[in-house]
């Protein structure tokens, strides 16, 4: 096994999604010199989330109205419908919110990154930290020669998503705790007047409900409406109940995508938008929100960071905006210390670095979003559990998601 390539930097960060691609250019835009490490062959090299809302860090990150400028704005209505459709609430959220394309979003980063300097390593894999004296110092990663390289840097940002590579290490339970399975599906051609009907859809599925697979854990299936008969669907595995409900047993990704061409065939109401509808784009894959982690910083030297920290809203299974805060705090606190000359992983600044996080008011609003799904989960997916109980508790439920 060669090791070669050796390098410092400011910042070494793992993953070019919007945590790191984000966390890159604060660093950079502060001065800093700054390296990201992505194992794919581009930077966000798989589709996921395609709609947030607009705001201020938006244009500070990717400029002015470029959101407006690539998005479609939805009209802030949200249909909730009760187990088997039997049931349907409409909340409406004021609050600019837009839909656009992974790869102009992400793209647009890369052209922000490429202005301030900042180096991209892709078809690089990260495996594993170097530790010195107990601080984490720097990374191993392999590149597309399988060579593997050491990479140091006085930051380390694990931004690899729900990969989770640095946590994991250090023993962040994604698998057992935090990571639910989503399915992500973009259609074209289906059948929806999206004139008549732009609000978000969201169907509810108990446990127990699905007869051709009884043990399927709650879930909830979303329509979003794009344009021209597009609609980003999917599907939601609701896992944060499910290692205390007897009832549940964990599919793997073979299941659920049969599961989720029944939905396709045959959910009441879900099914009627499906047809002759083409699909553009399908794969399982999984989303951190469950639970976030308990510890942003595993060891002296790193922080994890946006999906990687479970740090999304998890009603609305929503990280952009969250992943791009919380690598700004982050980063600015760093760079702080940085300049300072400060010892940075002293064990002040890390109480200090903790505590200023748990009092911004975007980790509060996390944090309070989880308590409050914890609350309704419970009640809804593990409590009452079926269709039949959770529509006869549906005004209960109706007003519970008006707050959501
Ligand atoms: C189906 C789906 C729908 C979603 N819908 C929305 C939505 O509508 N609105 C919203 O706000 N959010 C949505 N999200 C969530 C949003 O996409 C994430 O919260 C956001 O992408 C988190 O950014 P991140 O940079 O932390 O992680 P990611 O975007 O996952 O980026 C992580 C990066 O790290 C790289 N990586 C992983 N492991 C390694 C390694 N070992 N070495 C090097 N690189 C590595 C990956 O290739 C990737 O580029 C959705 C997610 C999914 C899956």
Redesign the pocket.
């Known amino acids: 096994m060669a090791l070669n390539n050796s390098s410092i930097y400011d910042f070494v960060i ?8 984000t966390a890159s250019i604060v660093a950079a835009r502060e001065g800093f010199k700054v390296v990201v ?4 062959e581009q ?4 589709p ?5 809302g607009h705001y201020a860090i938006v244009d500070d990150i990717l400029g002015k109205d470029f959101l407006s400028s690539i998005g479609f704005k939805s009209n802030g209505d949200r249909v909730w419908h009760s187990p088997g459709n039997l049931q349907i609430t409409t909340t409406f959220r004021e609050y600019p919110h837009y839909f656009f394309e992974w790869r102009e979003f992400i793209d647009r980063f890369v052209e922000k990154t490429k202005e301030v300097g900042v180096e991209i390593l892709l078809k ?4 594993e930290p170097i530790e010195k004296n107990g601080i984490c110092i720097g990374l191993k ?1 392999k590149d597309e020669s399988s060579n593997i390289n050491e990479i140091y840097g006085k930051a380390v940002l694990d ?5 989770g ?1 640095i946590g994991r290490y250090y023993g962040v339970p994604y698998d057992e705790e935090i990571n639910c399975p ?3 599906c973009l259609v074209s051609e289906a059948n929806i007047e999206i004139e008549k009907t732009p609000g978000l859809q969201f169907f509810f599925i108990g446990n127990g409900d699905l007869d051709y697979s009884p043990n399927f854990p709650p879930s909830v299936a979303y329509i ?1 409406p794009l344009e021209n008969k597009r609609l ?1 669907v ?1 599907l939601m595995l609701r896992m944060a109940q499910v290692p205390q409900m007897k009832t549940v047993i964990v599919p793997d990704d073979k299941e659920i995508l049969r599961v989720w061409d029944n939905l396709k065939k045959n959910y009441p109401g879900f099914s009627e938008f499906f047809k002759a509808a083409k699909i553009d784009y399908e794969e399982v ?3 951190p929100n469950a639970r976030m982690v308990k510890n942003f910083v595993p060891r002296p030297g790193i922080v994890l ?4 920290a479970g740090f ?2 998890p009603f ?8 791009m805060e919380m690598s700004q705090f982050w980063v600015k606190n760093i760079a702080k210390k940085m300049k300072e000359k400060e010892d940075i992983w002293s064990t002040e600044n890390i109480e200090e670095f903790k505590t200023a996080f748990e009092n911004y008011d975007v980790y509060t609003e996390v944090k309070g979003l989880y308590n409050l799904i914890g609350a309704f989960e419970y009640k809804i997916f593990n409590r009452l559990r079926t269709a039949e109980k959770i529509n006869k508790k549906w005004e209960y439920i109706s007003n519970l998601l008006s707050q959501a």
């Open positions: 793992v993953g070019a999604g919007p945590a790191g691609l490490i992505e194992k794919g930077a966000g090299p798989k996921r989330g395609e709609g947030m690089s894999e990260v495996i990663y931004c690899s998503g729900y990969a590579v989503i399915i992500k979003f980003e999917g894959t999984v989303l960071i946006g999906d990687s999304v809203n609305g299974s929503s990280g952009l905006y969250y992943s």
